[in-house]
Each structure stands twice: as C-alpha cells, then as structure tokens.
C-alpha cells in the first residue's frame, strides 16, 4: 500500500510537477490549493508526510502545522516547508512551528524526492519501535499483574465468554493494545501500516475470538483476561 502524502500548494504549475514526480516515485498523493483545504485533508486521509507552501489563501503554512501539531496523532507528521520567502527569520519560523525541512523555491524535484523518502523512512522506524515498545510494555506489564493477582479471585468472565484467554495472533494482540488506547480505525491502520478495511477484519475476528458483541465488551474482556493493562 503506497505511503500518502498530502501537498499544500496554491500555485498550480508548482502542485501539479511536484504531484507527477511523486506519482511516479510510487506514493499518493494527496493536492491541496489553500490552507483550509489541506487542514481537512489531513483529517480525511491521515497523510504520512505534509509537503505545504507557506503562503497561501485563508490559511499560511505557518498556522497549518501549528494546527495540525496541536493533535497527539500529528505531532510526529514529518513536514516539509516550500516557499519563496527564504530569510532566517522565515526559517527560524518554520523550524519554531515544527517543520522537518525546510527548500526555497526555486528547487529540483530529485532534492524533494530525497527529503521526502529521507523523512519517510526515519518515521516508519520510529513509528516501528514505538509500536514495539508499546508492546513490549504491555506484556510486561500484564505478565506483572498476572504475578500480583495469582493469589486472588480471577474475575469472572463475561456471559458465554471462555474461561481462558484467547488465541490471538500478534498482529490482532498490537490491534487490540491500540483499540484499549481509544484509537479508531483509521489512526490504528495509519500506526500498523494497513488499511482500515484489514483493521475491521482483525476486529471482527476478535470479537469473534472473545465470544463478545461490541468493542465495550471486548475490551472488558481483555481487562478481564490480562490481554491489556
């Protein structure tokens, strides 16, 4: 499934040879011609990488990433800033709001192509050890919980539920830790790099797997049984 990135650029000739590069390059991309539009797009197809003009109509560069940052599912959203305005302050600016790069116009699409695959593979490998750390915490974690109840009465399981836990895969056990953090299907596929579609189906074969009806039960079963802390 190819990595989507989101281009925020109000100059027509400049969105379309940076789209056609990229397009060929293998991603997706993504085309914005004003602020306002691309701060939707974000939301509506959860981009890996932003690459945004800073002046632009009814809302800059700038205000972008500062809003865009001020969600914990886009604080690590690798940026790119393209701009005519090539000043220190400009890019003391943009460094302040969070970008990762930072390219006057006017540049070579080969540099972009650098950058963004560059800035691609950095976050994939911290997107990957995070995930990894996440579960290695909650094995930990639930391995302890195990020890400290061993003594106690286990609680009893949901109506028609197993008395053990069940077999799940990895991948559908890293689907249920992200499901016990609140996150939706879209930001689980965006962390595990799959679709919504293939979230769905692991969710289905967890409830299936747990003998529950609903997410809520689900995860009172997982609580229950130690499969997430």
């Known amino acids: ?130 995930i990894q750390q996440v579960a290695l915490q909650t094995a930990q974690q639930r391995a302890l919980q195990a020890e400290a109840n061993s003594a106690k009465t286990t609680p009893p399981p949901l109506p028609n539920a197993p008395e053990l836990g069940p077999d799940l895969t990895p991948r559908e056990q890293d689907v249920l830790v992200l499901l016990a953090n609140g996150l939706s299907n879209a930001q689980i596929g965006d962390r595990l790099f799959l679709s919504p579609r293939t979230v769905e189906k692991y969710v289905s074969s967890l409830l299936r797997k747990t003998f529950t009806n609903n997410r809520s039960e689900l995860l009172r079963f997982a609580l229950s049984h130690h499969l997430v802390t």
């Open 1 to 130: 499934m190819p990595l989507t990135v989101l281009l925020a650029e109000d100059d027509e000739g400049t969105r379309l040879s940076i789209y056609d590069y990229l397009e060929l390059e293998g991603y997706s991309v993504v085309l914005a011609s004003d602020g306002e539009m691309a701060l939707q797009q974000v939301f509506e197809y959860q981009p890996q990488l932003i690459i945004t003009d800073i002046g632009m109509p009814f809302l800059d560069g700038y205000t972008l990433v500062q809003r865009v940052r001020q969600f914990p599912a886009f604080r690590l959203l690798p940026v790119i800033f393209l701009t005519a305005h090539n000043q220190t302050q400009d890019r003391i600016r943009g460094y302040q709001v969070g970008c990762d790069a930072f390219l006057p116009k006017p540049f070579e699409l080969q540099e972009i192509g650098a950058i963004v695959r560059n800035l691609l593979e950095r976050s994939q490998l911290i997107q990957s050890a995070w």
